[in-house]
């Protein structure tokens, strides 16, 4: 990366983000921007996660914290900190989450405390269920979120009847 070059930085967690990303950053890379991958190591079998790599065309990752499987707390935690040493280390412009998992929330958060603008990619998705974590994850993540990038109109109206200013949602499909 050369001299004052932005970076983006994808934080990818789980199988749903890897298949999220791909297009993403295929999308990025074509435009010329600088990018770093970090994986968290949320899903780390091989099934879960190499295999989304290798057969989506995504880069190796920078970087991966290996959190692995726990209680959501310690989970989350185990993200923030992993989290907040690569932020620190490579002082993103932008992070790019994606999803509703626990890597989305932690990356989120950890942003948010540093000052980092993010980007959520499926921004404004609800189930209306407060009992599931992921629609947890989706709310904050959401009330973080500079850019709330969007699937549909309904996302957009979700994210309005939540007090989210309607200039920080866009509408731009499924990746």
């Not at 930085?9 to 199988?15: E, S």
């Not at 790599?53 to 970087?63: A, Q, S, Y």
């Amino acid at each position: 990366m050369a001299g004052n070059e932005m970076i983006i930085l994808h934080v990818l967690g789980a199988r749903p983000n890897f298949v999220k990303a791909a297009p993403v950053i295929d999308a990025l890379a074509a435009r010329g921007a600088a990018q770093a991958v970090v994986h968290t190591g949320q899903h780390y079998d091989e099934k879960m996660s190499e295999i989304f790599f290798r057969e989506l065309g995504l880069p190796e990752p920078d970087v991966n914290l290996g959190v692995g499987s726990g209680g959501h707390a310690a989970q989350t935690a185990a993200l923030m900190t992993g989290l907040e040493g690569e932020f620190l280390r490579r002082a993103p412009g932008l992070v790019v989450v994606y999803g509703d998992v626990n890597s989305t929330i932690a990356a989120a958060l950890v942003a948010a405390k540093l000052h980092i603008p993010v980007a959520h990619v499926e921004a404004g998705l609800r189930s209306f269920d407060m009992t599931m974590p992921e629609e947890v994850n989706r709310r904050l993540t959401d009330q973080l979120s500079q850019l709330c990038l969007v699937t549909s109109p309904e996302a957009i109206g979700h994210l309005a009847a939540e007090g989210i200013d309607p200039g920080r949602a866009h509408l731009v499909g499924n990746p």
